[in-house]
């Protein structure tokens, strides 16, 4: 007997007998000729903001990254491990991905720890608490007064941090240059898992404006 969580074998039994079935041929020609992604979304690992559900995307469509709060650090050859840059310069490198989206989203608990490391819900523990301060000096932007809620410094840190991992972006020299040859375009957006709004920061402001689709 397995003690695998059958949650998830009933869905990969409803996977089999529905999307699979109706896109077999699709899979086949996918695991022949490889895959060929149009666009690499960064985003979190918040079970709630799943991007190839939001975008409606099917197989070998998205590559995605994801990790606690959807951040991308600096560019750092050191020697160390980063799986976010190794994911990265894959993605440009090897699958001439031209589209890159960092994608953040509403009540992030890794944002809310970073706004508010006093009352962190997230265990400092060996990793998160370093990952996190990545956040710090844009969080250090926010002003924790009167004038905002809670709820508004949040979804400003939220926005702020997406506009500071598409800065991080373009210090890889990988995705620099092609920025600059016009053979690359970031981008950025902001999903609200309440209402589900998709907010697209405008490349030349950095405002988000709410998506009219």
């Given at each position: 007997m397995t003690d695998f969580p059958p949650t998830?074998?009933?869905?990969?039994?409803?996977?089999?007998s529905g999307r699979y079935s109706g896109e077999r041929d699709r899979y086949r020609n996918l695991a022949e000729t490889g895959q060929k992604p149009h666009t690499l979304v960064v985003a979190c690992c918040d079970s709630r903001a799943a991007p190839e559900t939001i975008f409606d995307s099917g197989p070998g469509e998205l590559f995605v990254i994801r990790n606690v709060a959807n951040l991308v650090p600096p560019y750092e050859p050191d020697g160390q491990y980063h799986a976010t840059s190794a994911a990265l310069e894959y993605a440009v490198q090897v699958l001439k991905i031209r589209d890159i989206v960092v994608m953040g989203h509403g009540r992030c608990g890794g944002i809310q720890?970073?706004?508010?490391?006093?009352?962190e819900p997230l265990s400092p523990g060996d990793f998160i608490g370093k990952w996190m301060g990545l956040l710090r000096p844009t969080a250090e932007q926010i002003p924790n007064t009167d004038v905002l809620t809670q709820a508004e410094r949040q979804t400003a840190l939220e926005r702020v941090s997406i506009r500071s991992s598409l800065a991080n972006l373009r210090t890889f020299p990988c995705v620099r240059i092609l920025e600059e040859k016009g053979r690359m375009r970031l981008h950025g957006a902001w999903f609200d898992i309440s209402t589900g709004e998709l907010w697209l920061m405008d490349s030349k402001t950095g405002d988000f404006i709410r998506s009219s689709v």
């Open positions: 998830l074998l009933a869905g990969y039994e409803n996977f089999m720890a970073a706004l508010d490391p006093s009352d």
